[in-house]
DNA sequence: TTCATTACGTA
DNA sequence: CGTACGTAATGAAA
């Protein structure tokens, strides 16, 4: 047995590193009489799917004592995981989910044996404070949790230490986790302290924890959600290799015939924003909207966005856009997708199942869903149901409208959603006078729907106007009359503003404390509603979890949840899913449609009446 | 190599 | 006083 010491604010930590078998008896000592134990793994990358992925690492540990175990050498040290694992009673991880895949993985320990056992730092601090760093918050990282919670100090040295075992080995901080000496000192010192950093970290979140979302259940239900999460990034998504392969090569013929294009113009790179403003200045482009200011530049520079572009009306401002969307969307969607697959012809998403300050969900790496383009099914048509199976999409219809009228029990919403009124239709009544007899849209309903969303999002009528092409006169029109008529709206937004004035934070439906700015306490509104909008999904998805229908889950994005069901069974799953999903808020229902297509997501999507 | 900035895709 | 994200790219700083 290697011992390594380390100093920790002046308290001496110790790190058992396994060498031999001989050592392990003193690491089931050590688990035996620690029924509570941090835990982590050291691995050859973050991707868990992949052919040539394995662990390298085990380690245990508690405030001032830890184990490592030289997994990477084979069943002695994986079989003593593999005991440990099951032994202990807790085991407190940062980001549980991916030591989850990788015990699955590589030490044989399903998931579901580890699942309940898991406290998750992550989803703690999440509920003690949920801001990242840049917005002046602690943020999510294990790092940047101890710089915050621990000891700044300590943060560096972990920080600097990767940094300089990527130096000593000459390669890139990614590459360091497959390439450094099993038994480095500098690599076994940081990989000992993980498990005593998560648990420590634990015994200081745990007591900041809200009082609220502790009686409102949260700390398990986020660790269930998170758990049902990993279960769907376990079972991936089947990718239509051929039809993602054919869109890149068209893309690719795309992107070259009109950087071709953009270069006859004397434009070498279509990515360069000094080369574009420079070539259409001197084709005697008067160019006017500007970047936001920054400190280090006070008035911005010119813009060359795609608005920009599409306002000078020139072949070479076409080029531009067409020969950059082609680049973005080829490797941003398709290639992504390509070198994310498995040995089943299958694409894994990293889900983070409570991650934005609302508690959103994420989902990045191989498959960022949230991003893809919705008009139809170019992008998603590379995704595939199972054999057999075909892809149905069951969403919440306008759930964050009418969260807003249940949370603020305003009469006049509330009564429109329970008789399924317009809305919309009704935000431009009030704003500019009754429907004219025998039309079904209010010749303004446009702009009665951008008032409603943009009042939701927590904008103005300077946003109504820019983000819907509004007139200034109609937007400060339609905003007013917002106000004015959904007073109960009013009444709610103005109580969410104070709370947060006062207290720096708001408390959602489901007891989750969110801080607000007190600067930006506009923002209040939009953080309850979108906040318990997700809620209300995470909801859907513990229900359906419950129901079986986990196994059926492809990806679940905001208001939407994504199902691969038996071709057969399509339309009862469906139609029991939704409703499975469906809940009251407050007195209104949330409904839930479903779409049934064929075997691609993006059949969906092509459906001839589909709302997308 | 890393960071800030710009742009663009979604709910 | 529109919110919340992730990804790709440039160009400068380290």
Redesign the pocket.
Known sequence: MKVIEYALKGEPVTVNVVETPEDLPAFRDFVESNPVLGFDTETTGLEWWSPGFHCRLAQFGNATEAFVLPVELGPDYSDATRWALRKAHRLIAHNGTFDMHVSERCVDSPLEVLAPRILDTKLLAHLVD?R?VR?AGPGLKLEELIKFYVDPKAAEEVKGSI?AL?KKYKV??EEIWSKVELFDPDYLLYAGMDPVWAYRLFHILLPKVPARSLKYGLVSWEHRLAHIMAKTERTGYLLDESYARARISELRADQQKWETAAATHGVE?V?????LIDTFTDLGVKLKKR??P????PH??F???????SSIGHPLAEAV?RA??A??WR??WFE?AIKGLDENGRVHGSV?SC????A?M?V??AI?A??????DGYVRGMFLADKGEVSVSIDFSNMELRVMAAASGDPVMLEAFRKNEDLHNLTAIAAFGPMPPGVEKHPMRKAGKGTN??VC???????VS??WGISPEDAKKAVKAFWGTYTGVKRFADKLQREARRTGYIYTATGRRLPVDR?????AL??YI?SSARDITARAVIELDRAGYTPWIRLV????IVFSFPRERAAELTEKAARIMEMTFKGLLIPADGEIGEQSWGSVLDLENSK?
């Open positions: 949920p990242a917005e940094a990527a890139k901080k790179n990515n360069s924003n000094q080369q970047t936001k920054t400190p280090n530049n911005g520079q813009a060359m966005d795609d608005d920009v572009l856009v950059k969307k680049g973005k490797k941003t992504r983070n991650q934005a300050r609302t959103r994420t990045t790496g960022p949230l991003t893809f383009p919705a008009g969303f943009t999002f927590g904008g103005g009528w300077k946003a820019d983000q600067d930006r306490a506009y923002a939009n953080y979108q994005i905001h208001d939407e997308h």
